[in-house]
Structures are given as C-alpha cells and as structure tokens.
T-cell receptor, first 116, second 109 residues
Framework: SQTIHQWPATLVQPVGSPLSLECTVE??????LYWYRQAAGRGLQLLFY??????ISSEVPQNLSASRPQDRQFILSSKKLLLSDSGFYLC???????????????FGPGTRLTVL | KQEVTQIPAALSVPEGENLVLNCSFT??????LQWFRQDPGKGLTSLLL?????REQTSGRLNASLDKSSGRSTLYIAASQPGDSATYLC????????FGPGTRLSVLP
C-alpha cells in the first residue's frame, strides 16, 4: 500500500532562518506531488506541484521554493523565513496517467510551522 | 484517532436541483472544519472554512454547517450547475488535517 510521510510534524523557526520540509511517498512510482499551505484562518492554497523529477510548477509567487531530487521525494525550502510563512504545510500525491475523472490526491499528516 | 466519513460517495443530479453533502467526524475536538472542491487534474480549492466556535458559513450558493456535538457537517449547494461537478472533500483540523474520502458530484445539463 502507498504511504506518504512528512517531517517534521511541528517546527518553530526565527525570522530570517532557512527552512527545509521533506515529503516522501512509498509504494508508488512517478507520482504527481503537491505542496499546499494553510495560513491561520484561511483556506488551503496550492504552492507547488511536480509531475516528475526536476519538474516543478509554482502556483503563487512567494518566499518559498520546491525541489524534487528523487522520484518520490519532494522538498519545500526557504532561504530566509518571513513571519507570513507561518502556517500548516501539506504534501500530497496522486497517480498520474489515469482518466482525469479518477484523479484523487492523498495527503500527508502535515507540518505546522511557526515563524517567530 | 480522528476519522472522517462522507456520504454519499457519489451523487448525480439534474441541473437546478438543491443538494446536501454530508460529513461526519469522530472526535469533536477540532479547530475547524473545511470543505474543499477537487477538480480532475487540479489541486484542491478551499470552499468554506468553519471555525470550531461557528455554526455555519455561506458563500454564494454554498452553505456549510457545523454541529460539533453530533460530529457532523453538511454542505448545501443551491441551484446546482454543471460547473459544480467535482469531488467535494471535508477535512477536520485537530493536530493534523484529516480528510474524508470525498463525494463525487455530477450535475447533468
């Protein structure tokens, strides 16, 4: 069966510090991968998605970047955190190649980031 | 451990009908409950967010209610349109997001 892991579960970082959040998927090959963020009191926002190694698409301009160094690894990074980067970060995966009507995303447990 | 279920799993209605999607959760200690829409090949779109202290939220033709004591939330869609066809997910946030399996809605013209 497929599983998705995210770490760390919680993180408190000072403003201006770097960030690295990691997401890995097991039990599937060549998944589509996604990073979402939910800021306090707001809805979920898609940040990045990837359809393959080294292929990253950004949905919104921001202080963050994403990388996919391996097929089932997706990393969210920042060189210098801002207060506005605080929020709940979710990684998700989906199976490519199926009919569009069956596309479903599966979510990791999330990382709660607090920037002080 | 929080568990979220959604009923029905799939729903097909003619255009113009009002409809209700149901969401149940086992642990009432949630910070908020959200309804999302998922379109094929795209990410999630947040529809409505209900804080734990609130009873309902409205946006356009959508109305979501939350009853923490009974562990239920409903999403009401008025005057459905073919463009409403998508999968609708509810998610409760306590320590982490817990998503329901979704309801796949088809609105027929």
């Amino acid at each position: 069966s497929q599983t998705i892991h995210q770490w760390p579960a919680t993180l408190v970082q000072p403003v201006g510090s770097p960030l690295s959040l990691e997401c890995t998927v097991e039990g599937t090959s060549n998944p589509n991968l996604y990073w979402y963020r939910q800021a306090a009191g707001r809805g979920l926002q898609l940040l990045f998605y990837s359809v393959g190694i080294g292929q990253i698409s950004s949905e919104v301009p921001q202080n963050l970047s994403a990388s996919r160094p391996q097929d089932r690894q997706f990393i969210l990074s920042s060189k210098k955190l801002l207060l506005s980067d605080s929020g709940f970060y979710l990684c998700a995966w989906s199976v490519p190649g199926l009919a569009a009507s069956t596309d479903t995303q599966y979510f990791g447990p999330g990382t709660r980031l607090t920037v002080l | 451990k929080q568990e979220v279920t959604q009923i029905p799993a799939a729903l097909s209605v003619p255009e113009g009908e009002n409809l209700v999607l149901n969401c149940s959760f086992t642990d009432s200690a949630i910070y908020n409950l959200q309804w999302f829409r998922q379109d094929p090949g795209k990410g999630l779109t947040s529809l409505l967010l209900i804080q734990s202290s609130q009873r309902e939220q409205t946006s356009g033709r959508l109305n979501a209610s939350l009853d923490k004591s009974s562990g239920r939330s409903t999403l009401y869609i008025a005057a459905s349109q073919p463009g409403d066809s998508a999968t609708y997910l509810c998610a409760g946030l306590d320590q982490n997001f817990v998503f329901g399996p979704g309801t796949r809605l088809s609105v027929l013209p």
